[in-house]
């Protein structure tokens, strides 16, 4: 199996660089103020992540993050450690498991799964996990890696 990638954020790898079972992940706790930012941010304002009296009343009884919030960390993962600056996404697919709530720890996890080296794209599996090691979010990424420069 590949190296770990735990450096805080690496050079950008290349395309040439990358293995399959290569594997990186990044841990984050979900705090208030990251929910309040998120709405500002996007403008979803939905009650169910803002309003604890409504959300007590909702399906999860009681307020939960925002979706894109979690998926957001995926991004944190290949923008700073695999493949890390210089990539760029191409396409996600998202598959959310159970409720990301306030103060919940969140394991971001990617694995280099298949290299398509005609496009230097490379496919991740993508998983975030709550501190109990539940699957709360799942999916696929295809990301463009650089090709290696010459010096």
């Known amino acids: 199996m590949s190296e770990l990638v ?12 990358i293995e399959l079972g290569m594997h990186a992940s990044l841990e984050n706790t979900v705090a208030e103020s990251d929910i ?8 979803d304002h939905n009650p ?3 309003d604890e009296v409504y959300a007590a009343k909702s399906q999860f009884k009681g307020r939960i993050s925002h979706g894109m919030l979690t998926a957001g960390y995926i991004s944190a993962v290949f923008g700073m450690r695999l493949p890390g600056p210089g990539a760029i996404y191409v396409s996600q697919t998202l598959n959310f498991r159970r409720p990301v709530r306030i103060d ?18 490379v496919r991740f599996e993508c998983v975030c996990s709550n501190g109990e090691g539940k699957v709360v979010l799942q999916g696929d990424a295809m990301l463009m890696v650089p090709e290696r420069t010459s010096t």
Do not use: N, Y
């Open 48 to 50: 169910v992540h803002l």
């Open 6 to 17: 735990q450096l805080e954020a690496v050079a950008g790898l290349s395309f040439e660089d």
């Open 36 to 43: 309040q930012s998120f709405a500002e941010i996007t403008g």
């Open 104 to 121: 919940d720890l969140i394991t971001t996890s990617v694995k280099v799964v298949e290299l398509l080296p005609l496009k230097r794209c």
